[in-house]
């Protein structure tokens, strides 16, 4: 099976093959943890994830690094705000984000490099594009000079005074061309900043990427991932600098990037205010639900969010648990299927997976020799791990964290609802049924006797 990625670089499906079969690298942009992120923000680490596994699947090792930024503008305002350093903005939502993105079973990466941890790389590389000619000082700060750089839009191809144009930068007078960017720029005392040969300051935020990634991976990646909306001016910028640092050298082989979250008809985003913390979230619902929810369509293109996609979400996998609750008895091992490698494979298309999955649920409901539920029960446990589903027991996912007391008592009135309607008293089986809905718990008719769950 050879696994192929469409290149945001080339603008098609190409095969992909690290440079070290021993060491595929991989960099994805992580969080700015001023505060707890929304769900939109989760899709990359979700899908990214599945990519990282499959990647150590077929090559045996991964060297997967995915970022931290704690320090940003943004953070010293929530800092100032709070009167508190900005390691306890930082420290309080990276260990959010941890929790959050563990919730939805993203595991962590191997590197998780931050900011703050890295300036003297981020001031060496800032001197070397100095020496270069490809970045100057100015008034306490240092930019990046765009023009010095012949192939600066070649990421999202756009013209470049037409980027420029729509960069939102800020016009400076010390700037020599509007969009050249901030690669280090002067704090005040009451800013965090580190001593540098341009003076006391902090690093602009896209050398932070590329000072991070040269550091743990290399100086050219495999693969760097990351949100759509950062391909212009983030990774264009990343390109413009890491490959002026280095001598021309290819910084990153596959740019792989995954669209956003619609939330009412809207892009999802903080500016506007239409979001969904996953804080929030994993908290209302069962987190492997969102997880299915976020995979349900492929990376590349926008999903709609809305309470309607969770809820069609734990249907289904009420269905697939189900489906491995009526199988508890058979002995199997777990095999990740070639119909889901093959998926995967063809640019990561989870929905193709998820049908996979569900077919595999659909023959192994109608089987009937031992054989044949072994074979698909390891099937569907094999599918659910390559996309990180259907790995917790049947019956806790149908208890939804509940106490045992709690479904012992659910199970009791379960039961003399049975004997009720065995002994043909209909209205008391009817009155059962009527306080277990009023608590939100349905009942189910199966071959193998009535289940509950909780709705």
Known sequence: MTLHLYNSLTRRVDPFSPL???????????????????????????????????????????????????????????????????????????????????????????????????????????GRLIDAGHAYAAQGHVLFAVASFEGYGKLSRRDVDDMLAGARVEVAPYKRDPGDFVLWKPSTEALPGWDSPWGRGRPGWHIECSAMAAAHLGETIDIHAGG????????????????????????????????????????????????????????????EALRYALLSAHYRQPLEWSAALIEQSVRT?????????????????????????????????????????????GDARKAESIEERARLKSALLGAGLALGLLQQAPAEWFARGAADDDDGRIQALVDERNEAKRTRDFARADAIRAQLAAEGVLLEDTPQGVRWRRA
């Open 20 to 126: 070290d079969p021993a060491r595929p690298t991989m960099y994805v942009c992580g969080p700015t943890v001023y505060n707890y992120v929304h769900i939109g923000n989760a899709r990359g680490p979700v899908v990214f994830g599945v990519l990282a596994d499959l990647l150590r699947r077929r090559y045996g090792a991964l060297a997967y690094a995915r970022n931290i930024t704690d320090v940003d503008d943004k953070i010293n305002a929530a800092a100032s705000e709070a009167g508190v350093p900005i390691s306890t903005i930082t420290d309080r939502f990276a260990a959010a984000y941890r929790e959050d993105m563990a919730a939805l079973g993203v595991q962590l990466p191997d590197i998780e490099p931050t900011a703050t941890g890295h300036i003297p790389h981020m001031i060496e590389m800032i």
């Open 317 to 361: 996998l009420d269905r697939l648990y189900g489906t491995l609750r009526d199988l508890v008895e058979v002995e199997s091992a777990t095999a990740i299927p070639a119909s889901i490698e093959a998926a995967l494979d063809d640019d990561l298309n989870t929905p193709q997976a998820l049908a996979e999955l569900s077919r595999i649920a």
């Open 228 to 287: 759509v909306d950062l391909q212009f001016p983030h990774h264009e910028n990343e390109i413009a600098q890491s490959e002026c640092a280095h001598g021309g050298r290819t910084f990153a082989r596959w740019w792989v990037h995954n669209g956003m979250l619609n939330f009412g008809g809207t892009k999802m985003s903080k500016s506007i205010g239409n979001i969904e913390k996953v804080h929030d979230l994993v908290r209302a619902h069962p987190p």
